[in-house]
């Protein structure tokens, strides 16, 4: 795993949607670590919400981003576990036409080094859908550090090599 140093850097449009209950702008620090941390990699921010746990929101904020052409991808952060209150999954499985079964299998292992058999309670995904990534971390600041640091980073960065998602977005709608 390498940034090829001699490629452009090309910023990704991401927006950030929190799911909670209890969190507002200013209590939400899972989705300001997302927001610093996109933005300190060189991505923009291209919008960011807070929505109830609550499927229905959930899916009307997913759709609205990914029918707006200027975001390219969203990163969730909540609603990801077991409760009858978490239903990010189900509101991405809503909006899905293609699933990346190995964003969540590689979150969870990265997770398991930090807290043990405890990661098998999380349900992080990604999905495609619209030519929209769609990114579903834990609501923990820890599990948005993880998902960044660890796989985001890398797969939203047009320069790593071997491969990376970046590179993918042109060709993502076609038929």
Known sequence: MAIDEQLPFKPVNIAVLTVSDTRDLASDRSGETLVQRLQADGHHLADRAIVKDDADAIEAKLRAWIADPAV?????????GLTGRDVTPEAFGRVAEKEIPGFGEYFRWISAAKIGTSTIQSRAMAVLANGTYLFALPGSTGACKDGWDEILRHQLDFRHRPCNFVELMPRLKER
């Not at 390219?72 to 990801?80: A, E, I, K, P, S």
């Open 72 to 80: 390219d991808c969203v990163v969730t952060t909540g609603g990801t």
